[in-house]
């Protein structure tokens, strides 16, 4: 499977953006779908996660309230819309594929696109 992310760019800090990652390839089995990111010099970290069914979802602390992860299948699309900005949101994100796996690391998430970048000035 590919995956393909896009919708990253500069706002300021308070604006809005919507990650998208359209998946490709073999897409006929259920999957969870996550979003990571990475700052410069740090790991990668998790971001948010939703079921293959969309029921379910999780999120890091630091994005609750502001992040919303969504995915319509039909379009083999996940979304990521993120509200208030804050500078701290800089990184590229990744969006990541699981067969199986519902949590948090992202050593277990066995698909990755190529990551969109975020820039948020203060």
């Known amino acids: 499977v590919q995956l393909q992310a896009s919708g990253g760019g500069l706002v300021q800090a308070g604006g809005s953006l919507r990650l998208s990652c359209v998946a490709s390839?073999?897409?006929?089995?259920?999957?969870?779908m996550g979003w990571f990111r990475q700052a410069p010099g740090k790991e990668r970290d998790f971001v948010s996660a939703?079921?293959?069914?969309?029921?379910?979802?999780l999120y890091a602390d630091s994005v609750k309230g502001r992040f919303t992860i969504s995915r319509d299948n039909a379009k083999n699309t996940v979304y990521l819309q993120m509200n208030s900005l804050k500078p701290e949101d800089t990184a590229v994100y990744y969006c990541?594929?699981?067969?199986?796996?519902?949590?948090?690391?992202?050593?277990?998430?066995?698909?990755w696109g190529q990551g969109t970048q975020v820039t948020v000035s203060s």
């Open positions: 990541a594929r699981s067969s199986s796996y519902w949590g948090t690391n992202p050593s277990r998430f066995g698909s």
């Open positions: 390839g073999r897409t006929s089995s259920s999957y969870v």
């Open positions: 939703i079921s293959w069914g969309g029921t379910s979802t």
